[in-house]
């Protein structure tokens, strides 16, 4: 299997600019997940889903963040307008079953917001 | 929000030493996870370790859970420069999220 793939792996944009990040869990895995990770504040979860479903969306920031699963094998995080404290690296983790169980990291984007 | 918090922040060793890293946490768990994380990459899981569980081996690593102390140990034995990484805890309880803690950076030196 590919693991987790995620795209692209580097994002540089200018700040007011349209973010779009892409995921591809494992197949099979049911649940979904997406974090950010930076150095003041560690690795925060953004949002999860299960079964294409959003679950808890409470770590979204603020509503520039948007997040979708329109099937089983894709997702998106859209952030617009982007600002520079966006930067940051963004994982995308999938699981079998619930938040629970054993997570399966995606090699991250890597965005800076300049 | 609980929070796995790890101890200590840095930990320098030579190669063939053991490495031990500690995470306390604040409520009541199901489940709590160590993973490893090199530099520029994403998190690789090492091993779960169920609330009914008191110690769980992986080959080098040995981990250890004491739910009425809210702490758990990661022992990784005769380290090699390869162990170099980030190693964070994760605890969930029901019906809320997996918390990653602030992890500790391991660097061995060979």
């Known amino acids: 299997d590919a693991g987790v793939i995620q795209s692209p792996r580097h994002e540089v944009t200018e700040m007011g600019q349209e973010v779009t990040l892409r995921c591809k869990p494992i197949?099979?895995?049911?649940?979904l997940f997406w974090y950010r990770q930076t150095m003041m504040r560690g690795l925060e979860l953004l949002i999860y889903?299960?079964?294409?479903?959003?679950?808890?969306d409470s770590g979204m920031p603020e509503d520039r963040f948007s997040a979708k699963m329109p099937n089983a094998s894709f997702s998106t995080l859209k952030i617009q307008p982007s600002e520079p404290r966006d930067s940051a690296v963004y994982f995308c983790?999938?699981?079998?079953?619930?938040?629970?169980?054993?997570?399966?990291f995606g090699p991250g984007t890597r965005l800076l917001v300049l | 929000s609980q929070q796995g918090e790890e101890d200590p922040q840095a930990l320098s060793i030579q190669e063939g030493e053991n490495a031990t890293m500690n995470c306390s946490y604040k409520?009541?768990?199901?489940?709590l996870q160590w993973y490893r994380q090199n530099s520029g990459r994403g998190l690789v899981h090492l091993i779960l370790?169920?609330?009914?569980?008191r110690e769980k081996h992986s080959g080098r690593l040995r981990v250890t859970l004491d739910t009425s102390k809210k702490s758990s140990s990661l022992l990784i034995t005769a380290s090699r420069a390869a162990d170099t990484a980030s190693y964070f805890c994760?605890?969930?309880?029901?019906?809320?999220?997996?918390?990653f803690g602030t992890g500790t950076r391991l660097q061995v030196f060979p």
């Open positions: 983790a999938s699981s079998i079953g619930h938040y629970q169980e054993t997570q399966y």
């Open positions: 197949s099979g895995h049911n649940s």
């Open positions: 889903f299960n079964n294409n479903v959003p679950i808890d």
């Open positions: 409520t009541s768990i199901n489940n």
């Open positions: 994760a605890t969930d309880k029901e019906g809320d999220k997996l918390i």
């Open positions: 370790i169920r609330s009914n569980e």
